[in-house]
């Protein structure tokens, strides 16, 4: 009984510290957040932890659109790939900033967020829309 009891305290703990690395590693970054996100009326920052190896909506409809050629895609026009997407779904895009993600900084697996945030401008009128797509409103 003493045995039983042991392995149910262990696997409650194994089970809490499971929990707790997926609320962590999706949590937001807490430094330099709101110094560089100007706040306008009628419109919200949500943001995007992306996941690596062009796993993402807009990498996906890039590489549908040139033949799944992974070494052609353009990281240093990605900017304009993720608005030019979004604009695709109806939704404008009236700021992008990219910011690092210290959280996930460690982890290098296709299954893991990046090391980096991405936070997009958008109406409050697409803040539904972006929330289907993963993304979460930046409360300031």
């Not at 690596?52 to 026009?77: F, G, I, M, T, V």
């Not at 997407?85 to 009236?94: A, E, H, M, P, S």
């Amino acid at each position: 009984m003493k045995t039983l009891f042991i392995i149910l305290i262990i696997s409650v703990g194994i089970l809490v510290i499971g929990i707790l690395d997926t609320v962590l590693t999706d949590e937001k970054p807490i430094s330099r957040i709101s110094e560089f996100l100007i706040i306008l009326e009628g419109k919200k920052w949500v943001f995007f932890s992306p996941y690596p190896c062009l796993s993402n909506p807009w990498e996906q409809d890039w590489l549908k659109s040139h033949n799944d050629d992974y070494a052609s895609y353009p990281r240093n026009e990605e900017n304009a790939i993720i608005q030019n997407y979004y604009k695709n779904q109806g939704i404008t895009v009236f700021d992008l900033r990219i910011e690092p993600n210290e959280i996930n900084a460690n982890c290098e697996g296709c299954n893991c967020h990046s090391a980096y945030w991405i936070y997009l401008l958008v109406s409050n009128s697409d803040i539904e829309k972006m929330k289907q797509f993963g993304f979460r409103v930046e409360e300031n």
